[in-house]
T-cell receptor, first 112, second 116 residues
Framework: EDQVTQSPEALRLQEGESSSLNCSYT??????LFWYRQDPGKGPEFLFT???AGEEKEKERLKATLTKKESFLHITAPKPEDSATYLC?????????????FGKGTKLSVIP | KAGVTQTPRYLIKTRGQQVTLSCSPI?????VSWYQQTPGQGLQFLFE???????NKGNFPGRFSGRQFSNSRSEMNVSTLELGDSALYLC???????????????FGNGTRLTVT
């Protein structure tokens, strides 16, 4: 059974204080690891897909990296508008399905 | 390009009633999935449809059902509602073509169901 564990559950940062969110996963065959951002009252918004160990993707102040067991979402010099819940999900390489298994998320608060 | 549209945004129902939720995917997307989100369990997979066929189903009781129409629009139905069915129900669509099997899911803003 695929499993995704995110840590920490919640993180408070001062504006400009860089940090990383962790996503540990167990999957029989990884087809993709996905990062999403979710704001209160809204659906998850797609950020990145990572496919293989060593891969990195960047978008503005966010950088996602992938190893064989974990993914990290690095946030550089965060701003208050980066406050949200960040979700990690994996897709199994089993044929015929787009199903994602999600972690429970990290709630990020960036204080001005 | 319009995103995934879910209606209604909010619903209040009584135990024992049934409810139908609607989802219109992004134009051109033929794969539609449904997820339940609760504070305790996070996002849990309900089912996935492609070309009007259910391709995969999560570990939910038979009270939860869905369907997809020829225009890719989808509905999910929950019968005999229980208090524990209160949740945010999210629909997602994905572009699925040869060579694009890793396309991400794009989510709507969900339907907030409250069962009293």
């Amino acid at each position: 059974e695929d499993q995704v564990t995110q840590s920490p559950e919640a993180l408070r940062l001062q504006e400009g204080e860089s940090s990383s969110l962790n996503c540990s996963y167990t999957v029989s065959g990884l087809r993709g690891l996905f990062w999403y951002r979710q704001d209160p009252g809204k659906g998850p918004e797609f950020l990145f897909t990572l496919y293989s160990a060593g891969e990195e993707k960047e978008k503005e102040r966010l950088k996602a990296t992938l190893t064989k067991k974990e993914s990290f979402l690095h946030i550089t010099a965060p701003k208050p508008e980066d406050s949200a819940t960040y979700l990690c999900a994996v897709r199994n390489s089993g044929a015929g399905s787009y199903q994602l298994t999600f972690g429970k998320g990290t709630k990020l608060s960036v204080i001005p | 390009k319009a995103g995934v549209t879910q209606t209604p945004r909010y619903l209040i129902k009584t135990r024992g009633q049934q409810v139908t939720l609607s989802c219109s995917p992004i134009s051109g997307h033929r794969s539609v999935s449904w997820y339940q989100q609760t504070p305790g369990q996070g996002l849990q997979f309900l089912f996935e449809y492609f070309s009007e066929t259910q391709r995969n189903k999560g570990n939910f009781p038979g009270r939860f059902s869905g369907r997809q129409f020829s225009n890719s629009r989808s509905e999910m139905n929950v019968s005999t509602l229980e208090l524990g069915d209160s949740a945010l129900y999210l629909c997602a669509s994905s572009l699925e073509n040869v060579g694009k099997r890793n396309s991400p899911l794009h989510f709507g803003n969900g339907t907030r169901l409250t069962v009293t």
